[in-house]
């Protein structure tokens, strides 16, 4: 594991945490700390209060436009960021932006690189988004097959565990036991049930295509350098970036990064990345927390919590935070 | 282009959509008062200091640091830092060490020269300030910057008071002392030295003063009386203190016991040490954790073969030698005596029980005394108007940084009163508490601690113990700073915003909130590291 | 230059010099041939600058179609059948988004049951789409239709599909006079899309549109589709001077001029209607035929006008609209409402049933003494329905129909032995 | 045929108003339809809901333009959305509040409505005591049944307990009926003071 955890830079204050610093030398300073960012999408869409996909989608794409000069291209599936950014006669983009489908993003991103490439614009890169309905279900053929034919694309995927848009059903990235419209808390295994769902980073790295990592809202320069890092390679390009959604979650919308903060400091969402279909950075645990910290603000796990709550359920989801922490050599260094 | 109908869409066009309309609470950005700044005696804006010191510009930090209390070099190493203890950082890891980073400022500003403020313009009002001590100084500082004449009297032959004769050269070098104190005088302030003022109504009528402000300290070393044949050397701590800073040290002999458990007592007894006693002995009533003096002091006396015996009183000093009666803590944790006694030899018995401060310059005077000290409202003025009181001569724990508090106090005491207007200080911002923080924002950085100077050259000479941070040191560990309570431009609010509706206004100027499109999430209040931001009800 | 060439390879070949910047392949017979020639030749080199992509499904490759026609290039894709339903979403999209690209349609049945030989069913089943399909009659017109088609789909910023009859057409080696580069370029501008996605100039594309403008946005779509009904064929007489070739137009009237009898079809079957119709006209016969080569948008003044003097018409379509009836029919009933109970549909030819001249002759000879139901369906083998339908009375798990009949047809066959 | 429009913001329970309402009106063998305006709005957005109610068969499924009565279930949408346009000229105004229309700065809807049409509810307040959540739509149901007398509190209540069983729906009913006195008592004050 090369990452180093916790403090990256060191000597700053809050140099690897925070957004910006005024102490740190510009370049390396995050994107989000420059006035001049991008805002590639901008003040007046609709997302719900605290929306994480909103604010992961300006973090990676101000990110990209910035690895680029500018030289970008958003294709973009259906779903909440789709809808919330762009009801007629408003959007809230400001770079060029294509939504066709939902389950064809993939496929319309390689559409658009392979034109630049045949146009001699290979300097114009290509990004793909969806949400998880988009990529890990829907999306997923057209996805699996822009990794195998190593298409110029980077495709995001912002992953808020279900289908949100429609009113919070079940995903194949939903966990166990989260309550949804579809996966409702009732019967003796209540919420979604536990043996299902994909895990798309580790499937994406399958296709052996040259990058694949996982990011947060919650640590922004790790994305920033993930987005960067993923743009300095050619070829099909995986990120999948955890997105609290306060709507479907149940959480307080002050709560989306401290959730997804937590989410890694459980251990429950790994940030790592992998080049070649091969792990070569984990970002280890700062300050390790248990599941049930994670758990108990979102209310889509409150059925564990109330009365006598279901300690038996918990323990197996801190045995799945425990077992990413093993596979992926999470724990803090004090730990080791 | 011609756009298709409807399909195709222009951008930035969202921003006909005020999405300001779905909130219900607004954030609003606050200041709150620092816990250090808090607990800082001499009102330093501790934080606001360190924000400067965090960016390298030491300059600018020094100045901000004087604005309250002009001596720094001094304070950075004398003053028992309230404010490392108020420290919110402590709760993450380790206090910030606030008074190293002072001491490295004031020391940076000595070595460049950096001038203290130009004095006000006149007022053609005079002061009399009586008693050249840390009070005396302050307030001296002070009111020259408000433009009003100062006269500085004091009855030693040297400026300084308890910082001079008091505290040793070891704990702090007289070069230092000397230079901040010339930096005060040097803004215009007239002084008389040897000079003791005997009745101060008259002494205000001589100076030809508009106000009086009162510093005379605590001089008056307390005596008790111990059973000691005519041959026991005993002395108190104060005069001896005083002898040694005069270059005029008492002979102690080569073992001495020093009665008493406050930092006195242990100046007195690492003095001895480093006059060439072989036993420095402190003998003490209570145990240490009941000890006043300092945990620093005496855990660098132990390390300097200084012993204790706790849990001791002196019954009798007969000849060279000290009976001493064994004590046990009642369950209130009071001392009682156990009718065991011991013998400890001695060629010397140092008092330090306590100062009482010498108030015979009131004799005649409406000014009201109790408890030994002169009774002071709030601006520091005493029940005569036009005369001031501080330092260890007024209520208080009688330590520099407090006296250095004090001068400024009644500074500016004075200047409402010499304007006929009444003292009114501006409302204290509310704390900034540790449970406003986020703190996993703030890199992890344990303490750096200050070089100790070996210990075997501690027990011989009067350089220096505690050594200063190199730059990088200082700069380190001025960025521990949790700047709790005030903005200190992390970004954080402008990067988390999932509605792009903070504005950053440019360096120094922090962030404005753009409400025509905040919807009031609370995301920016969740991450804000230091707990400047918080919400509040939407106006309907 | 006339060749003998099998008519995917036309089509290959003519694509080719239209200089198509992406193509996207996915395989499904019969439109297979088209896709691996254009493939060969971007790989040897031919085609280019050309990216050829073998995706993984027909939904992939109308996507990828979108993408690349959105960011400014020349797209073309081709398909079939349930490639072309599985792609539907996408179809439709790609009109929907005005992207102008073109693409074959090998016309093939849809199952189940699963039938891989020609009917017109699956452009049918795209009619709503917001695509111009043009029916080609043979393998030339085909290959003029496909320059044709990216000079109107690039002119309206609309897709267009060139529908050719799958096997009957696309396997069928004939006499193709090929374009040659010089004349396709004189024909076919270079693509200069009406909107792009460009960091110069931003723009979002594919917006959500509510109640308040959708309507206005469909209808802004049909209004495309009428400016074609006045383009096509002003493209198709450009065309004409260029190559001296009537390929395209809205339709192609042959011998209607005194015509009481008209037949009216739209592909390759046109031509053997065509002998059917000489053979009827040599007694002195008045019969004539209209052929439809633009089904979308439908030519309905083009079709009245050919109508003016006909008795009678029959519609002769592979494919129908179950539980109602002709398709084309429908259009051609809406275009000529004088007609009556004097427009009959023939439906023939489905999953590739031959349709003989002899055939037509009949139908032909039916119509004229007006013995033909409103709805006929041609050679249909009334026994196969009768023993069907009695099995299923009979018992209600009678097992799937298509492989009854099939079982009924064997033991038919063997009966005859 | 009755017709009213709820006023709120996603995620507060528009639409679980209007359902409600539509739901008790039933259970009095009313005719009732209550529907919501779809759109691309997010939590904490502007939202409306609406509730036709009638004495024979409803067969209209046009939107409400011209409401009997407006519920405002938040406040801060003031002077943000018109809550009142197209508002008949008798028509009924209750307000999730604890102020008065004064000073709300509605100084002028309250000049132009029938005093008696137009009531406050400390609907939110009502829900925390009642409830412990600041869902303030089954309080302010209860206030529109004493202002417009539509349906009876009775009904409300078997709706709420049918929506929300057990102890949630007892505290939702508590919550609807203090609201309804506190709406009876504010109009008979209104009464008395016209007499």
């Excluded at chain 1, 955890?5 to 989000?32: C, E, I, K, M, P």
């Excluded at chain 1, 195998?148 to 279900?162: A, Q």
């Excluded at chain 2, 930035?12 to 800082?40: F, K």
């Excluded at chain 4, 309080?139 to 949630?168: C, D, K, M, S």
Aim: charged fraction near 25%; proline fraction near 5%.
């Amino acid at each position: 594991m090369t990452e180093p955890t916790a403090t990256r830079v060191h000597f700053y204050q809050v140099g690897s945490f925070a957004v910006g610093n005024r102490l740190l030398s510009a370049d390396d300073r995050t994107v989000q700390s420059n006035p001049a960012r991008t805002n590639s999408i901008d003040s007046g869409h609709r997302a719900c209060q605290g929306c994480g996909e909103a604010l992961g989608a300006r973090y990676a794409l101000d990110a990209a436009m910035r690895a680029t000069n500018d030289r970008l291209v958003a294709v973009n599936a259906t779903g909440c960021l789709e809808v919330f950014s762009t009801p007629y006669p408003e959007t809230s983009w400001r770079i060029p932006w294509l939504h066709s489908l939902f389950g064809n993003a993939p496929a319309v991103a390689t559409g658009v690189a392979a034109a630049m490439r045949v146009k001699g614009r290979d300097d114009v890169r290509v990004v793909g988004q969806a949400g998880d309905g988009g990529t890990v279900d829907i999306g997923f053929g057209t996805l699996s097959g822009m990794f195998e034919r190593n298409d110029d694309v980077l495709f995001i995927c912002y992953d808020n565990e279900g289908y949100m848009n429609t009113g919070v059903q079940r995903s194949a990235a939903t966990p166990p036991a989260a309550r949804t419209a579809t996966t409702d808390v009732v019967g003796p295994e209540p919420g979604n049930v536990f043996g299902q769902g994909k895990d798309l980073p580790r499937i994406a790295m399958a296709h052996d295509i040259p990058y694949v990592a996982t990011a947060t809202v919650a640590d922004l320069h790790d994305l920033e350098r993930k987005v960067e890092r993923a743009m300095e390679v050619r070829g099909a390009r995986y990120l999948h970036v955890l997105v609290p959604c306060p709507l479907g979650w149940g959480s307080a919308s002050s709560d989306t990064v401290r959730l997804a903060r937590l989410a890694t400091e459980s251990g429950l969402f790994p940030v790592f990345e992998a080049e070649d279909g091969v792990v070569t950075g984990a970002r280890r645990i700062r300050r390790r927390v248990g599941v049930e910290e994670y758990l108990r603000p979102q209310r889509r796990f409150a059925h564990l919590f109330n009365g006598a709550g279901r300690p038996d359920v918990v323990a197996r989801l801190q045995a799945m935070a425990d077992a990413n922490i093993e596979r992926y050599g999470l724990a803090p260094d004090e730990e080791e | 282009m011609e756009r298709p109908f409807a399909i195709t869409l222009d951008v930035g066009s969202s921003r006909a959509n005020h999405t300001g309309s779905w909130r219900v609470e607004r954030p609003v950005y606050v200041d709150r008062l620092p816990p250090c700044n808090d607990a800082c005696p001499a009102g330093e804006n501790i934080q606001r200091w360190l924000y400067h010191a965090e960016s390298g510009d030491y300059e600018n930090a020094w100045h901000t640091l004087v604005e309250e209390n002009p001596l720094p070099a001094i304070m950075g190493r004398v003053c028992f830092h309230p404010c490392e203890t108020a420290c919110n950082r402590a709760q993450v890891d380790e206090a910030v060490g606030i008074n190293a980073v002072e001491r490295f400022l004031g020391d940076t500003a000595l070595a460049h020269g950096w001038s203290l403020p130009a004095p006000g313009p006149a007022t053609g009002r005079k002061v009399l300030v009586v008693g050249a001590g840390p009070a005396g100084l302050s307030a001296a500082y002070h009111l020259r910057r408000r433009g009003h004449a100062v006269r500085l009297v004091d009855s030693a032959p040297r400026l300084g008071g308890m910082l001079r004769y008091g505290i040793p050269a070891y704990r702090l070098p007289r070069d230092v002392l000397d230079a901040e104190i010339a930096r005060i005088v040097n803004m215009g302030v007239e002084v008389g030295l040897n000079e003791t003022v005997t009745d101060i109504a008259a002494a205000r009528e001589a100076a030809g003063a508009d106000a009086v402000f009162l510093a005379v300290g605590a001089q008056l070393g307390k005596r008790v009386s111990i059973p000691a044949g005519d041959s026991a050397k005993v002395i108190d701590a104060v005069s001896f203190l005083h002898q040694v800073a005069d270059d005029d040290p008492p002979l102690l002999g080569r073992r001495v016991v020093v009665y008493g458990g406050g930092d006195t007592a242990l100046d007195a007894a690492r003095t001895a040490k480093r006059l060439g006693a072989t036993d420095a002995v402190i003998v003490y009533r209570r145990n240490r954790e009941k000890m006043p003096a300092h945990a620093e002091e005496v855990e660098q006396a132990l390390g300097e073969g200084v012993t204790v015996r706790w849990l001791s009183t002196i019954e009798r000093f007969e000849g060279e030698r000290l009976v001493i009666e064994k004590m046990a803590l009642n369950a209130e944790g009071f001392p009682e005596a156990t009718g065991e006694f011991e013998e400890l030899d001695a060629d010397a018995l140092v008092l330090a029980l306590g100062q009482d401060t010498d108030l015979s310059l009131l004799a005649g005077s409406e000014v009201a005394v109790a408890d030994g000290v002169v009774q002071v409202v709030d601006s520091m003025m005493t029940d005569v108007p036009g005369i001031f009181a501080g330092g260890d001569a007024a209520p208080s724990n009688r330590t520099a940084t407090v006296a250095v508090g004090h001068g400024k106090r009644a500074a500016r005491g004075i200047d409402a009163y010499l304007a006929g207007r009444v003292d009114e200080r501006p409302a204290r911002h509310a704390l900034a508490e540790a449970g406003r923080l986020n703190t996993w924002y703030y890199a992890d950085a344990p303490r750096t601690e200050r070089p100790e100077l070996e210990r075997i050259r501690r027990q011989t000479n009067f350089e220096e113990v505690i050594g200063g941070l190199t730059e990088d040191n200082a700069l380190f560990e001025a960025r521990r700073c949790l700047s709790c309570g005030n903005c200190f431009e992390c970004d954080n609010c402008f990067g988390v915003c999932p509605d792009n509706a903070v504005m950053k206004l440019g360096p120094g100027e922090r962030y404005a909130f753009n409400y025509d499109f905040c919807k009031g999430c609370g995301i920016c209040v969740a991450e804000c590291p230091c707990g400047a931001i918080e919400m509040v009800p939407e106006r309907i | 230059m006339l060749q003998q060439i099998e008519g995917s390879r036309a089509i290959a070949e003519t694509v080719a010099r239209c200089r198509p910047e992406v193509v996207c392949a996915y395989p499904i017979s019969p439109q297979t041939h088209i896709i691996e020639a254009i493939g060969a030749m971007v790989k040897d080199g031919r085609l280019t600058p050309c990216e050829f992509i073998n995706v993984e499904s027909e939904f992939a490759a109308m996507s990828v179609s979108i993408g690349a026609s959105a960011a400014g290039a020349r797209a073309y894709t081709a398909t079939a059948s349930q490639g072309l339903l599985f792609m539907i979403e996408a179809v439709y999209n790609a009109a929907g988004l005005g992207l102008p690209i073109v693409m074959t349609l090998a016309n093939r049945a849809i199952g189940a049951p699963i039938n891989i030989w020609n009917d017109h069913s699956d452009a049918m089943a795209v009619r709503d789409a917001g695509w111009i399909q043009l029916f080609a009659e043979t393998n030339q017109e085909s290959a003029d239709l496909h320059v044709q088609a990216f000079r109107l789909a690039e002119e309206l910023s609309v897709p267009v599909m060139v529908c050719m009859d799958g096997f009957i057409l696309t396997h069928a080696v004939e006499g193709v006079d090929l374009m040659d580069q010089e004349l396709v370029d004189r024909f076919l501008p270079p693509y200069e899309p009406r909107q792009v996605l460009d960091p110069d100039d931003p723009v979002s594309i594919g917006a959500m549109v509510g109640p308040e403008a959708f309507e206005e946005v469909r209808y802004l779509a049909h209004l495309r589709q009428l400016d074609a009904l006045e383009l096509i064929p002003t493209v198709a007489a450009e065309f004409a001077a260029l190559t001296g070739r009537a390929s395209g137009g809205l339709v192609h009237p042959y011998r209607l001029e005194d015509a009481e009898t008209v037949v009216i079809a739209m592909g390759s079957v046109l031509g053997t209607i065509k002998d059917a119709v000489d053979a009827r006209r040599d007694p002195g016969e008045r019969v004539g035929v209209l052929g439809i080569t633009s089904f979308r948008p439908f030519p309905i003044a083009a079709v009245a006008e050919a109508l003016r003097g006909a008795r009678r018409v029959v519609v002769i379509e592979k494919s129908f609209s179950l539980g109602m009836g002709g398709v084309l029919a429908t259009d051609v009933a809406m275009s000529a409402p004088w007609l009556g109970q004097r427009l009959v549909t023939v439906v023939a030819g489905l999953g590739g049933r031959p349709i003989t001249r002899r055939g037509i002759e009949d139908v032909i000879e039916r119509a004229r003494r007006d013995d033909l139901a409103p709805l006929t369906f041609l050679d249909l083998d009334e026994g196969v329905i009768a023993r069907e339908r009695a099995r299923m009375s009979a018992s209600r798990r009678s097992g799937p129909f298509a492989e009854n009949v099939l079982r009924d047809l064997g033991s038919a066959t063997e009966a005859r032995r | 045929m009755f017709q009213v429009r709820f006023h709120g913001r996603g995620g507060q329970g528009v639409v679980t108003a209007a359902e409600l309402l539509a739901v008790a009106a039933f259970d009095e063998g009313r005719f009732a339809q209550a529907f919501p305006s779809f759109g691309s709005e997010r939590t904490g957005a502007p939202v409306v809901s609406y509730c036709r109610l009638d004495d024979r068969e409803i067969r209209s499924r046009e939107p409400i333009n011209e409401p009997d009565a407006v519920l405002v279930q938040d406040v801060t949408l003031i002077h943000q959305v018109d809550l009142f346009g197209g508002l008949a000229p008798d028509g009924f105004v209750l307000i999730n509040t604890s102020r008065t229309v004064e000073e709300l700065g509605l100084a002028d809807l309250a000049e132009r409505c029938d005093p008696s049409h137009l009531a406050t509810c400390p609907a939110t307040e009502l829900a925390l005591e009642h409830v412990g959540r600041a869902v303030p739509n089954a309080p302010l149901l209860g206030g529109f049944a004493a202002l417009t007398g539509q349906v009876p509190l009775e009904a409300l209540a078997v709706a709420l307990r049918e929506r929300f069983p057990g102890i949630v729906g007892d505290r939702n009913v508590a919550a609807a009926t203090a609201a309804y006195h506190h709406v009876r008592a504010e109009q008979e004050a209104i009464r008395a003071a016209a007499d």
